[in-house]
């Protein structure tokens, strides 16, 4: 199981920090992905890590967001800086075993284990 945490209202320009807790023993083992949905948009990809590391990201969110894994807390961070309006959405962190190149990574449907979402409000 996947729980997520950290989201709230902030206004542009600010930061906020989610967390995403894991239970299971396997934890290390997983890649790790944060995706967030707008309303009356499609599931995007925002960054992911891998089990043994090399972080990911989509082109908007570069340089404003840092993912990082922390394997002893079973924990998963999407630390975000400088946010704007547009990063308003419901933000899911999602598990998966194996995922080889970008592509797989960037993918929702290759995700398996999800959590149920934090919401991330930026007024402008």
């Known amino acids: 199981q996947l729980q997520a945490s950290g989201g709230g209202q902030v206004q542009a320009g600010n930061s906020l920090r989610l967390s995403c807790v894991a239970s299971?023993?396997?934890?290390?083992?997983?890649?790790m992905g944060w995706f967030r949905q707008a309303p009356g948009k499609e599931r995007e990809f925002v960054a992911a890590?891998?089990?043994?590391?090399?972080?990911y990201y989509t082109d908007t969110v570069t340089g404003r967001f840092t993912i990082s894994r922390d394997n002893g807390k079973k924990t998963v961070y999407l630390q975000m800086h400088s946010l704007k309006p547009e990063d308003t959405a419901v933000y899911y962190c999602?598990?998966?075993?194996?995922?080889?190149?970008?592509?797989?990574?960037?993918?929702?449907?290759?995700?398996?284990?999800w959590g149920r979402g934090t919401l991330v409000t930026v007024s402008s």
């Open positions: 299971g023993r396997t934890f290390s083992n997983y890649d």
């Open positions: 890590i891998k089990s043994v590391g090399g972080s």
């Open positions: 999602a598990a998966e075993w194996g995922l080889n190149y970008y592509g797989e990574l960037r993918d929702p449907r290759k995700y398996d284990y």
